[in-house]
């Protein structure tokens, strides 16, 4: 008998929902390669339009979207500024560093957020040849437990850098959060970057893709980076149609994962054992941590799982992450909370 899990390891693991699939089957197809597929050409006009940019350009995976935008606006051996537990340098680092020679200067923000004067104090040490050509910045932020940006901290963080003339790449891939537990519109977000990616297979529970998007200078120059980088498609309208229908249909109920993120955390941070702050989950991530018998820290993620429960051991030694999404409604959050609980009571106990 096939087990039938409470997935909380990740918003990647999101199935399309039949509406999807029927948008999907049904999608007009050409070579995308030639740009002639009518439904990618249409995803990313709608994409643009939505986040204010002249054009975009439909990628493989938010990973490629970040490193063809790193490559577009900078030179081997330049350096990027970006807070050190952003996902370009916990996850990208071999691409970034290894195949594109580019260097990293860290910061340490707040919960992954830069400041301006993180910015203007990144930006003014050392020679001209050791200062950085773009800064990163993350939103929401994923090492951070899903944390947002305050608007006037990002068009701060924007405006040290364009003082500096420093570009700015805008990391969205839960961009569409963002906007949707604070009511900004993306564009707000999105005008900040000089680009900016943004995510389809996450939140918008397509099954792939995501976006680069800024000027069409920008786009022209990504897309030949693209094929460099073996990102060229076919009838790729398959999949664009996916990310079509989640962009038209799925962006307002994220504030559903949001709240559920949040009555997840609540009992979590009652659970003996486990430790978190319900009051810094603003989105639909949580990190928590074991903090009584840490060293039961394997068993206990056994234990959830053999409950029917998927947990994501992530930031540290005794620490899981948990990810509300389309595919987890109140009857599986009330699974995942019992579960949680049995396996914290049984191994975590004395």
Known sequence: MTTTYVDLRSDTVTRPTPAMRRAMAEAEVGDDYYGEDPTVRLLEEETAA????????????????????????????????????????????????????????????????????????????????????????????????????????????????????????????????????????????AVNGDSVMVCYSKGLGAPAGSAIAGSKAFVREARRVRKVFGGAMRQAGILAAGGLHGLRHHRARLAEDHARARRLAEAVASTPGLSLDPAAIETNILIAEVVRRPDRFEDLIAAVKADGVLLYPFGGPARFRCVTHLDVDDAALERAVAAIRRAATRVLAG
């Open 50 to 189: 939505v986040l204010g940019k002249e054009a975009a350009l439909f990628v493989p995976s938010g990973c490629m979207g970040n490193e063809i935008a790193i490559a577009v606006q900078t030179d081997r051996g330049d350096a990027i500024l970006l807070d050190r537990l952003s996902h370009v340098a916990k996850v990208e680092a071999e691409a970034v560093t290894g195949i594109l020679g580019r260097r990293f200067l860290f910061c340490d923000g707040d919960r992954g957020r830069l400041s301006p004067t993180d910015v203007a104090a990144g930006c003014g040490n050392g020679s001209e040849a050791g200062r950085p050509r773009l800064v990163e910045v993350e939103n929401t932020h994923n090492w951070g437990s899903g944390s947002v940006y305050p608007l006037e901290q990002l068009r701060a963080v924007a405006a040290a850098a364009k003082e500096r003339r420093v570009p700015v790449h805008l990391d969205g891939a839960r961009l569409w959060n963002a906007s949707a537990a604070t009511g900004v519109p993306a564009a707000d977000y």
